[in-house]
């Protein structure tokens, strides 16, 4: 597959000078005088820019470009004398077979072969001389400390220190191995192993298509993995079994003289791209975002037995398909509108992005936070007060994580290498899908703000909303509250841009005042419920009776506590204007509210004056939870 060097040759110069013709008309000697088959119409180049590659020389007249037989690849078999498939090679690592896993025994070989002095014992030499050096190698795993500074926040970073750890163990327990059987490990490092791991990554196919019916392995067929990468070359992948591999090129009535011919190793993205092969591509189409996300243990248990994995339990119209799959390591992926693979099947437009397994975990989370039996949600009639918190979790996960990987500012200086460079084109492409799916989320949210006017569907409202409100139906009463708000918390509450500035930075304690805040608006709004002549309908059809039906509403999902918080009820008239009844009264709305509070209220971030601030929403409906004034789950919102 790629050279590396074609990255990164300008970096060292002695590597392009290696590069001369005869170390070319050396391999392409070797591989015709041992089988492999050149195209009349290609040559193999070296030049900076491009390293080591394949150029036409003429219009091609066929689509064979190379054609590398069995007996001329790199494997661990190779080292195994018990087999004919291809020619053996004497080594000592021989004695390691069946001791050593057989991707660690092709590592081996290599460093073997790139080092050995004996020229009886080398069985690749030409093609040997060809593979970047050490110093040229351009993957993550050869990041110093200031490269992987450019990979920061992202999910490479971390799976580079695991590959790392991995590869340490590998070398440590093959030394152990080999040492065990007094192999002279003297030319052996853990410097070049770390080299082999990246050439296989780089250049190796797997076995399965010319040797089937053998456990899967990496293979090496020389001069066919010369050829690099791009997305748009049309090739076909011709494998012979137990014989040989032909690259072809469909489109080769299209490639001129002088045209670099490709090579297209399938749809990847750029992780991919970078941490096995040392390059990315900018706006890579194929490119997603990576998210592993598991249940609590016990939250999990519950939930099957709960039956909420059955397929019938599955909700929002998703793909259940991931109940039966087993559960492994692998990642799933976030994918940005117009993503060839095309997006999730859901019927909430804004849960497309998400895979099906994170929305389930998403929802069953949602359940277990509002203390709600699954056997009394429908999968097909969901409640809007579950989706929404459903959504809530999804959004807060991802916002969470998009404060670690946040969108990149334009640089003023250059890039100080090529490792960078990709680094950062890998980096940014994952903050953009990361960003721009937050974005769509947030995007519902927008939508159920309200501002002014009487809000007829499911709203999400700050106190500034709240207050406001408050003030244009019981002025009375909110200038008293205001009044007391200004004494405790120094707010100015004639201006509403003002008072939502200042509020968003206070603290009550270790918390956001707004969450006080909240909780005695709603103790005062469930005073004023209780005031009104209760027990008669109303029709919600006026400010007044929304505050109201919001109060019946959150009294439905959180009736009247039997116990009672301890507090100071004279404290509740600094902003409760004309509360009467009894102490324990107080104590019990203030209880409620409280609790609607814990329940209901959550943060998020919006613009104030020109600055992002961190306020507090609360979700409030008028009316039963039957899914929802206008189906406001079901549109499609634009970020």
């Not at 073997?112 to 093609?127: A, G, M, N």
């Not at 090739?235 to 690259?247: K, N």
């Not at 290498?417 to 949210?445: M, P, S, T, W």
Request: aromatic share 10%; glycine share 4%; with cysteine.
């Amino acid at each position: 597959m790629p050279s590396l060097d074609h990255q990164h040759s300008q970096e060292n110069p002695q590597r392009e000078k290696s590069g001369d013709m005869s170390l070319v008309e050396r391999l392409v000697g070797w591989f015709k005088t041992n089988g492999g088959e050149l195209s009349p119409d290609v040559d193999i180049a070296f030049d900076a820019s491009s390293g080591y590659h394949c150029r036409a020389v003429r219009n091609l007249t066929s689509p064979v470009v190379a054609k590398c037989p069995l007996s001329l690849t790199v494997s661990h078999l190779n080292l195994d004398h018990t087999q004919s498939l291809v020619p053996h090679v004497e080594s000592p690592l021989a004695k390691c077979m069946g001791r050593i896993p057989n991707n660690v025994l092709v590592y081996l070989l290599l460093v073997e072969q790139r080092l050995h002095t004996d020229p009886s014992c080398l069985k690749w030499q030409p093609y040997i001389d060809c593979l970047p050096e050490p110093s040229l190698m351009m993957t993550p795993l050869w990041f110093d400390k200031e490269d992987m500074q450019c990979l920061a926040g992202t999910n490479l970073a971390r799976e580079t220190s695991v590959k790392l750890d991995k590869l340490s163990e590998e070398w440590n327990q093959a030394k152990e191995v080999m040492e065990s059987l007094d192999i002279d490990i003297t030319i052996f490092s853990f410097e070049w192993f770390r080299w082999a791991a990246t050439i296989i990554s780089s250049r190796a196919f797997i076995s399965t298509h010319i040797i089937p019916g053998q456990e899967t392995f990496p293979i090496l067929f020389p001069v066919v993995d010369i050829l690099n990468h791009s997305p748009t070359a049309k090739v076909e992948w011709d494998f012979h079994p137990f014989e040989d591999f032909t690259l072809k090129i469909l489109s080769h009535d299209e490639v001129r003289p002088g045209d670099e011919v490709y090579n297209n190793y399938a749809p990847k993205q750029n992780d991919e791209l970078l941490l096995g092969y040392g390059f990315c591509i900018p706006d890579n189409p194929v490119e997603q975002f990576a998210i592993k996300m598991r249940l609590p243990p016990q939250i999990e248990q519950a939930a099957r037995s709960m039956k909420m994995f059955e397929p019938s339990n599955i909700p929002f119209g998703m793909d259940t398909s991931f109940v039966t799959a087993e559960l492994n390591e692998e990642p799933e992926y976030l994918r940005p509108k117009g993503h060839p693979f095309g997006r999730y099947e859901n019927r909430l437009p804004f849960f497309r992005a998400i895979p099906p397994r994170i929305v389930h975990t998403f929802f069953i989370q949602a359940l277990t936070n509002l203390n709600l039996n699954p056997a009394d949600n429908q999968p097909d009639s969901i409640p809007p007060r579950v989706i929404f918190e459903t959504l809530l979790l999804t959004y807060e996960a991802i916002d969470k994580r998009s404060q670690t990987l946040r969108l990149s500012l334009n640089r003023s200086s250059p890039f100080s290498n090529n490792k960078q460079k990709y680094a950062i084109i890998y980096r940014d492409g994952q903050a953009k899908i990361l960003h721009a799916i937050r974005d769509e989320l947030k995007a519902v949210f927008n939508t159920l703000r309200i501002h002014d006017g009487v809000p007829q569907r499911p709203v999400i409202i700050s106190t500034t909303e709240a207050l406001a409100r408050l003030t244009a139906e019981f002025p009375s009463y909110a200038a008293h509250f205001k009044a007391g708000l200004e004494g405790q918390y120094g707010v100015d509450v004639s201006n509403w841009s003002r008072y939502s500035a200042d509020i968003a930075v206070l603290e009550a304690g270790e918390q956001p005042a707004e969450l006080s805040v909240w909780n005695l608006l709603l103790c005062l709004f469930l005073v004023l419920y209780q005031k009104d002549n209760s027990g008669t309908t109303r029709e919600y059809d006026g400010f007044r009776q929304a505050i109201f039906g919001w109060v019946e509403y959150l009294l439905s999902q959180t009736p009247l506590p039997t116990n009672v918080t301890d507090m100071d009820a004279e404290a509740l008239q600094d902003f409760v204007l004309g509360l009467t009844g009894s102490e324990a009264e107080a104590e019990r709305a203030y209880t409620w509210a409280d609790e609607v509070v814990d329940k209901f209220a959550f943060p998020l971030v919006e613009e104030v004056q020109g600055e992002e601030v961190q306020r507090i929403y609360m979700y409030l409906q008028i009316g039963s939870d039957d899914g929802g004034v206008n189906g406001w789950m079901y549109q499609d919102h634009e970020a």
